[in-house]
């Protein structure tokens, strides 16, 4: 399985982005597939998944009504739109997917394969 994410960059405060997360090597139907970020000195967290058979979202407290996720089964890609960017948004963001389970689980450790990252870089 490989996971590629493009489509990271330099953005200003209020502007927008989006990530894309490009998968090999797997029945994409079958996965549930997540943004996570990491920023300097912090722990790992989930941004936003989809369940691609399903289509069913998730997505944290701190993006929800500016990001969106959506699938596009015939290319095995996730994309992940940002919006209305804020420097708290600063951070290496990475796909990841898993073969089980549902959206509701969100744990890092729970997702068996990942991309490198992507850097995001909000400016105020």
């Known amino acids: 399985v490989q996971l590629v994410e493009s489509g990271g960059g330099l953005v200003q405060a209020g502007g927008s982005l989006r990530l894309s997360c490009s998968a090999s090597g797997l029945t994409f139907n079958d996965y549930v597939i997540g943004w996570f970020r990491q920023a300097p000195g912090k722990e790992r967290e989930g941004v936003s998944l989809?369940?691609?058979?399903?289509?069913?979202?998730y997505f944290a407290d701190s993006v929800k009504g500016r990001f969106t996720i959506s699938s596009n089964n015939a290319e095995n890609t996730v994309h992940l739109q940002m919006n209305s960017l804020k420097p708290d948004d600063t951070a290496v963001y990475y796909c990841?997917?898993?073969?089980?389970?549902?959206?509701?689980?969100?744990?890092?450790?729970?997702?068996?394969?990942w991309g490198r990252g992507t850097q995001v870089t909000v400016s105020s």
């Open positions: 989809i369940g691609i058979s399903d289509g069913s979202t």
């Open positions: 990841a997917a898993r073969r089980w389970g549902t959206v509701a689980v969100v744990t890092p450790r729970s997702f068996d394969y």
